[in-house]
């Protein structure tokens, strides 16, 4: 072996692409689920321009539980996920991941990398790679340039992607363009891209808008096999897909927690029918 081979061996071996390099990896890393839950806001708010986004808002999710959140547009949920998430500082109040993970001090990467994820309403796949290179480029992995530059897919990592297709019902397309998938299929791509980086948490938005029933259908599947070993929560608006899926949940109003319970006790709910039938009411004067 001369130099420049023994030189690229020896960056190869150092380089592993199934390496996340200390400094990059938050401290205390390990999420502390010790009490049941997963997630803790506690008196958050957020205000733009005068227009309170969040109002005080209290949310507790268990950990490995599918969660429902529902309300009308301006309600709170996009920004709720925007601060969970790093993408938006809020005014005040606290967002915990676990009892030790303090998310309102941490960037939207140290976030991602302490294993919580986000799927947008839209679909952001990379329509010119293969279902399967859609997967590999969101391994959890060391993405430096030397890194990248001399990765190889490891057996573990093969079998990751594997396993993330069968769930995601995508393993016979493994080598479609992603750009040829129905759009179903790009939300279940875009599902398992999250899901190969192995999150213990995934935000989820409107997963079945668009879709077809049989898509939707499929959907309400493949989320409720997620949870149990991961937590899953969803925003969205279609009521009978939420009903299909949710045990418990959560109804935002003009940036605080309305009611919360089963989806027959929010259907009940009399703060719930007022705001939904004044609204209704409103839009049919106006």
Same mark, same amino acid.
């Not at 093969?158 to 299929?185: C, E, N, T, W, Y």
């Not at 309305?258 to 009940?268: F, N, P, V, Y």
């Given at each position: 072996?001369?130099?420049?081979?023994?030189?690229?061996?020896?960056?190869?071996?150092?380089?592993?692409?199934?390496?996340?390099?200390?400094?990059?990896?938050?401290?205390?890393?390990?999420?502390?689920?010790?009490?049941? =839950? =997963?997630? +803790?806001?506690?008196?958050?708010? $957020?205000?733009?321009?005068?227009?309170?986004?969040?109002?005080?808002?209290?949310? +507790?999710?268990?950990?490995?539980?599918?969660?429902?959140?529902?309300? /009308?547009?301006?309600?709170?949920?996009?920004?709720?996920?925007?601060?969970?998430?790093?993408?938006?500082?809020?005014?005040?109040?606290?967002?915990?991941?676990?009892?030790?993970?303090?998310?309102?001090?941490?960037?939207?990467?140290?976030?991602?990398?302490?294993? =919580?994820?986000?799927?947008?309403?839209? #679909?952001?796949?990379?329509?010119?790679?293969?279902?399967?290179?859609?997967?590999?480029?969101?391994?959890?992995?060391?993405?430096?340039?030397?890194?990248?530059?001399?990765?190889?897919?490891?057996?573990?990592?093969?079998?990751?992607?594997?396993?993330?297709?069968?769930?995601?019902?995508?393993?016979?397309? @493994?080598? %479609?363009?992603?750009?040829?998938?129905?759009?179903?299929?790009?939300?279940? !791509?875009?599902?398992? %891209?999250?899901?190969?980086?192995? #999150? @213990?948490?995934?935000?989820?938005?409107?997963?079945? /808008?668009?879709?077809? #029933?049989?898509?939707?259908?499929?959907?309400?599947? !493949?989320?409720?096999? $997620?949870?149990?070993?991961?937590?899953?929560?969803?925003?969205?608006?279609?009521?009978?897909?939420?009903?299909?899926?949710?045990?418990?949940?959560?109804?935002?109003?003009?940036?605080?927690?309305?009611?919360?319970?089963? %989806?027959?006790?929010?259907?009940?709910?009399?703060?719930? =029918?007022?705001? +939904?039938?004044?609204?209704?009411?409103?839009?049919?004067?106006?």
């Amino acid at each position: 072996m001369n130099a420049i081979q023994h030189t690229v061996e020896s960056l190869r071996h150092t380089f592993r692409p199934d390496q996340v390099w200390p400094f990059l990896a938050p401290e205390n890393a390990k999420v502390n689920v010790d009490k049941d =839950i =997963i997630l +803790y806001v506690e008196g958050l708010n $957020l205000s733009f321009d005068g227009f309170k986004a969040l109002n005080n808002l209290n949310l +507790y999710i268990n950990d490995g539980e599918l969660r429902c959140l529902i309300g /009308a547009n301006g309600a709170g949920k996009t920004t709720l996920m925007d601060v969970i998430t790093g993408k938006t500082q809020c005014d005040s109040g606290s967002v915990f991941f676990g009892q030790n993970q303090n998310l309102l001090n941490k960037d939207e990467a140290e976030i991602a990398q302490l294993g =919580i994820g986000r799927k947008f309403q839209k #679909p952001t796949v990379f329509e010119e790679q293969t279902v399967f290179d859609n997967l590999e480029l969101s391994l959890k992995t060391d993405k430096g340039v030397l890194a990248t530059l001399f990765s190889r897919l490891t057996p573990t990592q093969i079998d990751r992607i594997d396993d993330v297709l069968k769930i995601i019902g995508l393993a016979k397309h @493994r080598f %479609m363009l992603a750009g040829a998938l129905s759009h179903g299929q790009k939300q279940w !791509l875009e599902i398992g %891209m999250l899901l190969v980086s192995d #999150p @213990r948490l995934l935000l989820i938005d409107e997963p079945v /808008a668009g879709m077809t #029933p049989d898509e939707t259908e499929r959907t309400a599947e !493949l989320l409720t096999s $997620l949870a149990g070993d991961r937590t899953v929560i969803v925003v969205e608006h279609d009521m009978e897909f939420v009903r299909s899926i949710a045990r418990t949940v959560t109804v935002l109003h003009q940036g605080s927690v309305l009611a919360e319970g089963t %989806m027959d006790q929010i259907q009940s709910n009399k703060d719930v =029918i007022e705001v +939904y039938l004044g609204e209704q009411e409103e839009g049919a004067t106006s």
